[in-house]
């Protein structure tokens, strides 16, 4: 299972974005491997209805999770329509972050 977790920084800095359209990075995991597959730049974060061309990125990379602390309107209705889950409100730092997802995506 494919997680894009929305982040801002680099290395050491990494937390997680206010939303996927102020998203730098988008870092992918695998939830049952527990490792990193992909850090993917977020190039859309400046540009006009970046959230609905951040979501379709993600999309297009079969993602099957979103987290991020808020995901605006538009990219929620492109993840229904995919049906990629979203999870929102989500404020922990990226160190050990897979548990954490995997307690939350398990009780949606």
């Known amino acids: 299972m494919r997680i894009a977790v929305c982040s801002i920084g680099e290395g050491e800095s990494q937390v997680i ?5 102020a998203a ?3 870092i992918v995991f695998d939830l049952f491997e527990k490792k990193i597959l992909e850090k993917i730049a977020n190039n859309y974060s400046t540009s006009p ?3 609905i061309f951040s979501a379709q990125l993600l999309i297009s990379k ?8 808020k995901i605006e309107e538009n990219a929620k209705k492109l993840f229904d329509a995919a049906d990629v889950k979203v999870i929102e409100n989500f404020d922990h730092e ?3 972050i ?4 995997f307690m939350v995506y398990h009780n949606l």
């Open 17 to 21: 974005a206010e939303s996927i359209s």
């Open 62 to 69: 079969g993602v099957n999770v979103v987290v991020c602390k």
């Open 24 to 26: 730098k990075y988008f």
């Open 49 to 51: 209805s970046s959230e």
């Open 98 to 101: 897979l548990n954490e997802i």
């Open 94 to 96: 990226l160190d050990g």
